[in-house]
Nanobody, 120 residues
Framework: QVQLVESGGGLVQPGGSLSVSCAAS????????MAWYRQAPGKQRELVAV???????NYADSVKGRFTISRDNAKNTVYLQMSSLKPEDTAVYYC??????????????WGQGTQVTVSS
């Protein structure tokens, strides 16, 4: 029904910047919240940032001031701009979206994940 396709990611040196994006496609009524999660090896998946359809945002304390989440509703796409990256930001980053398939039916969808590695 709904597919989330991520792009971006890769290898960056500490202190560097990187962007990832996630585009939703398929048949649906509208997208509610969009978010980025990450999961490092041996750790639980954690919320990085979330953006509501009205543009309100919230960030994990560990990324505040360094990461910026944004969305383009016309393109059904969410972005995560990451700067001042640290080795501890290394993880697989997953896109998540709450999607109204119909006006009253809300479902949760995940992207396949994209690797971000911060290393010198």
């Amino acid at each position: 029904q709904v597919q989330l396709v991520e792009s971006g990611g890769g290898l960056v040196q500490p202190g560097g910047s990187l962007s990832v994006s996630c585009a939703a496609s398929g048949s649906f009524f509208r997208i509610n919240a969009m978010a980025w999660y990450r999961q490092a090896p041996g750790k639980q998946r954690e919320l990085v940032a979330v953006i509501l359809d009205g543009g309100s945002t919230n960030y994990a304390d560990s990324v505040k001031g360094r990461f910026t989440i944004s969305r383009d509703n016309a393109k059904n796409t969410v972005y995560l701009q990451m700067s001042s990256l640290k080795p501890e930001d290394t993880a697989v980053y997953y896109c998540n979206a709450g999607v109204f398939i119909t006006r009253f039916s809300l479902s949760d969808f995940w992207g396949q994940g994209t690797q971000v590695t911060v290393s010198s």
